[in-house]
């Protein structure tokens, strides 16, 4: 017979060894059977042990004889109450089937008619990778590497040699075919990638996050000066703006991926000055990388994840197009890239920064004025690596606190004139810019078209490159361009600003 809840609500009997089983074949849902359990299941009670009536003590002579001694003692028998632990078990409702707690899993394999595991089914496969005991463990995902990981020693891997967590290789997967084959599983070489990345995504962790939220401040304060006490820069409020935001701006891309940071600081010093090692020794080896393919390519997109700093070394040989490509890249807020053994790009939130390394040897290396804007040269002096090693996570800790505490990474508009100066100071002068201004002495507007047979181009062989190299150099020079109808056609006409130095 069948017994609906409503049925058991208005208080008709169970049947006789009626269980779950036909509670759901009877219609029960889940909120029934909790109903259910929760009105008729008791709190299980251990048995109160028993205690036998006390017998009647016997009267006994006491023996007779000045030699007789007293019986000895004998000690009081204890009862046992201890009860047999029995291993738990669970059982599934679908199948009946029942297993160990520990192997709760197993309830989830799909089965055939005759109640064995089926070899091709995927999530089978997966349920193996995830929780057999010889796997349990193995995969995890670093969201900050974008990787797959091996975290502790597979089943396939010898037992004789050191182990540490390190990234998937092409040869794991190819084992995890071979070891889910000795389990009589048929999966396919294309197919286990796609898996064992699923598997990975349940036990995802943030190396970087765990990092910097993790570290403690002692409540010391450094990174107001952190570039002239370790990297031995003059101790100005320039290098204290810089080392402060630059620092900041490195934890804001740790912590909230994707945030914007266009600028980077370009550390200016003689070959030898050690000024990679300290950039490496700032970020950790973990986090940090000298070595980029192309700037822009799919690979260095690629390659970005798992860098927290990044080195451009080198910039003075930098070309026009080049420092361009850097600027570029510098803007960018995500990546985007088809990874490997994936079907669909990618977009990801950069948790990268970058800072320059550069043997200017007294030469102006900064090209384009308008873009200067982006790069904080820095001078250093002598290099404290072994201070900067011992204090590294003092830095971050207070950058960190400086972070949550809303502290700007970029800088503010009363420091914009002392950064200026700098970048200025570094900025290649065009060789217009004297010629042009000179004639200008005296003047408060000129047109675009005088100013090109100043510096000896025809009109007729002008173009925007020109006009742009004259715009630019007007802009330097302190005059402001407007446009006005003459001759018939638009000109370009420059005014001079009042304070301008030409």
């Known amino acids: 017979m069948t017994l609906s809840f409503s049925d058991w609500q208005s208080g008709q009997p169970l049947p006789k060894g009626w269980d779950a089983a036909d509670a759901v074949r009877d219609g029960w849902v889940k909120a029934d059977l909790d109903a259910f359990m929760r009105d008729t299941v008791k709190p299980w009670e251990p048995p109160k042990p028993t205690t036998p009536p006390e017998k009647p003590a016997e009267r006994r002579e006491p023996p007779a004889g000045p030699s007789a001694q007293a019986a000895p003692s004998r000690p009081v028998a204890q009862a046992r109450t201890v009860e047999q632990a029995q291993p738990a078990t669970v059982t599934s409702i679908q199948t009946r089937k029942t297993v160990q707690a520990d192997d709760a899993w197993m309830i989830d394999l799909v089965m055939n008619d005759e109640g064995r595991v089926k070899p091709k089914v995927t999530k089978n496969w997966a349920l193996f990778l995830e929780n057999h005991p010889k796997m349990k463990g193995v995969f995890a995902f670093d969201a900050f590497k974008m990787k797959v990981m091996l975290m502790r020693r597979p089943p396939w891997a010898s037992s004789s040699s050191h182990w540490e967590p390190r990234p998937i290789q092409d040869s794991d997967y190819a084992h995890a075919v071979m070891w889910l084959e000795g389990l009589y599983m048929t999966p396919t070489n294309s197919g286990i990638a796609p898996v064992i990345a699923t598997v990975a995504e349940q036990s995802k962790f943030d190396r970087l996050t765990e990092y910097l939220e993790g570290l403690k401040w002692d409540g010391t304060a450094r990174i107001g000066r952190w570039l002239s006490y370790y990297l031995g820069t003059e101790d100005s409020e320039y290098n204290a703006t810089i080392g402060l935001r630059f620092l900041v701006s490195a934890v804001a891309r740790g912590l909230a991926p994707g945030v914007k940071v266009d600028t980077m600081p370009i550390l200016e010093g003689p070959q030898g000055a050690r000024k990679s090692t300290a950039l490496r020794d700032l970020f950790g080896a973990e986090f940090f990388t000298d070595e980029l393919s192309d700037i822009g390519s799919k690979d260095a997109m690629m390659e970005l994840q798992g860098v927290w700093g990044l080195e451009v070394a080198e910039m003075h040989r930098f070309n026009a197009s080049e420092t361009n490509a850097v600027k570029k890249f510098l ?102 810019m004297e010629t042009i201004g000179s004639e200008l002495l005296g003047r408060t507007a000129v047109y675009q078209s005088d100013v090109l047979k100043i510096v000896g181009v025809p009109i007729k062989d002008a173009d925007y490159r020109h006009a742009a190299r004259i715009g630019r150099i007007m802009k330097k020079l302190g005059w402001s361009m407007t446009r006005e109808r003459r001759d018939g056609s638009d000109q370009v006409r420059f005014v001079k600003k009042e304070g301008a130095a030409w």
């Not at 290396?365 to 200067?372: E, I, R």
């Not at 100066?421 to 900025?427: D, F, V």
């Open 331 to 432: 803007s960018r807020q995500t990546d985007r890239y088809r990874p490997p053994y994936g079907r669909s790009v990618v977009e990801v939130p950069r948790r990268v920064v970058l800072a320059g390394t550069i043997n200017p040897e007294g030469n102006a290396y900064l090209k384009d004025p308008t873009g200067a804007r982006r790069f904080w040269p820095v001078e250093v002096g002598r290099i404290d690596l072994e201070a900067l090693i011992r204090d590294r996570d003092q830095l971050w800790a207070e950058a960190v606190t400086a972070f949550r505490n809303k502290v700007p990474h970029w800088v503010q508009e009363n420091e914009l004139d002392a950064v200026e100066l700098e970048q200025e100071k570094r900025t290649d002068v065009d060789v217009w």
